[in-house]
């Protein structure tokens, strides 16, 4: 038998190492240990900092191999701090070019989009009325939606277009597959897609890899200047509007005389000088605001932090559990949780007891909670056993050998979702 040949489509990809691209590479790579050719168009690395490499600057296309991976790479638009009309060609650049890259590569037997952004979904499923392969999309967050939470291009014809083009990709696919129940539900109900295309695929945690080696205890410490003794509190992430930080900052404010205690947030993104207005204004000075981490330093983080501090603002269609939650616990890491009471989020870290959790801007709880902290409350131990038990069956090669089982044509797999959903 031919060995098969699997397409993926993502809008970033390896050295990139948050959001998506942690996804695409690795299941890349997975598919090449298990012995499939795999091709990857995407487009040059830019995330999270947004903004490219000096060295891919003014290129158009490159070729590079990965672990075994053949990567094509397209001119990308990127802007620094994007608008929505800059968004949008950042979104045209990505597919023009990787339409071009379309032809560049062998027929697939299998393709597999990441999305978003949704044209990415609507260019495979375009190139596959000539392939006519098997098409899975796997919705990692829904752009329209999104979109409208936000208020960006709101009941525009463009939103209009958008959303019909997604409509048409996914009655195109073989399957749509997203990572939580809520996310399932929205393509039953909002998207009114039949049962027997929706597959479940959460996103996966990469500790049961044999290689994986978790870092030594106080080294992030000695790198950045943080003493054994001093009780670390940190959000590390894309600092944008949707995270809602300034409830951190709000917190941080009421232990000024906490001289042990420090605040971190790590990160870049829409919303950061603003916060650091805000802190600058407010004068609080227990908050330290760092750069992106790269994958080993940030390991280190999750070693020697205290607690990992996620908010998520109150937003119409707030079905998504952030994945990084995962890595997170799997660390046994604390979680203090700060989401609406009807999100995905707080829902499924409440029920299974995976961490401290609290409604959005309630101040006085997150204040008890970093009280905990400070206090070594017993508690604390159960809630990462809890959390550390839970995130074994998303472990890398349990999620991705049932994914490949699909990829191969073998039925469906068992799905996990009511774990997820509650």
């Known amino acids: 038998m031919a060995t098969q040949r ?88 990505l597919v023009f070019f990787a339409l ?27 190139m596959n009325m000539f392939w006519r392969r098997k098409l899975i999309i796997n919705v990692q967050d829904f752009q329209v939606e999104a979109a409208y939470s936000l208020g960006m291009l709101k009941g525009s014809l463009m939103l209009k277009i958008i959303n019909a083009l ?41 500790n049961d890899d044999k290689s994986f080696v978790k870092p030594q205890a106080g080294q992030f410490r000695e790198k950045f200047g943080f003493s054994k ?13 949707k995270q809602g930080l300034d409830v951190l900052l709000d917190t941080a404010s009421m232990f000024a005389s906490e001289p042990d205690l420090k605040f971190l947030i790590i990160g870049e993104g829409a919303d950061l000088e603003r916060l650091k207005e805000y802190a600058a204004t407010k004068a609080i000075k ?25 908010s998520q603002v109150k937003v119409p269609f707030d079905i998504y559990f952030p994945s990084k939650l995962l890595g997170i616990m799997s660390m046994g890491q604390l979680l203090i949780v700060n989401a609406d009471a009807n999100s995905e989020l707080y829902k499924t870290t409440k029920k299974h007891n995976l961490a401290l959790v609290g409604d959005y801007g309630d101040i006085n709880t997150l204040a008890k909670q970093v009280n905990m902290v400070l206090d070594n409350d017993p508690v604390i131990e159960e809630y990462k056993a ?37």
Not at 63 to 68: A, G, H, L, S
Not at 392 to 416: H, I, T
Request: proline share 6%; with cysteine; net charge neutral.
């Open 166 to 206: 997604e409509l048409w990709s996914y009655k195109k696919s073989d399957y749509v597959s997203s990572i939580s129940g809520s996310m399932l539900d929205l393509l039953r109900e909002r998207k009114k897609l039949p049962e027997n295309k929706i597959l479940f695929w959460p996103n996966w945690i990469h």
């Open 6 to 93: 699997v397409l993926i489509y993502s809008q970033t990809f390896a050295p990139d190492h948050s959001g998506i691209s942690i996804y695409a590479s690795d299941f890349a790579f997975y598919c090449a240990e298990n012995g499939y050719e795999v091709d990857v168009i995407t487009g040059f690395p830019f995330y999270p900092q947004w903004q490219k490499r000096k060295e891919d600057k003014g290129k158009l296309f490159a070729t590079d191999k990965i672990k075994n991976v053949s990567v094509h790479r397209g001119y990308l638009y990127v802007p620094h701090n994007p608008s929505s009309m800059q968004r949008i060609l950042h979104e045209f650049s």
């Open 386 to 422: 809890e959390a550390e038990k839970f995130v074994a069956q998303f472990g890398r090669d349990v999620v991705l050998s049932q994914a490949l089982e699909v990829v191969s044509g073998v039925p469906k797999p068992k799905s996990v979702e009511t774990v997820v959903a509650g």
């Open 286 to 310: 227990n908050v330290v605001f760092m750069p992106f981490l790269n994958p080993k330093e940030y390991l280190t983080f999750l070693t020697d932090v205290d607690a990992v501090f996620i």
């Open 229 to 241: 003794d001093t009780r670390l509190i940190g959000y590390a992430g894309n600092v944008g509007k």
């Open 100 to 126: 071009i890259n379309s032809f560049r590569v062998k027929r697939p037997d299998v393709i597999v989009v990441f999305a978003t952004p949704v044209l990415l979904g609507v260019l495979a499923a375009f």
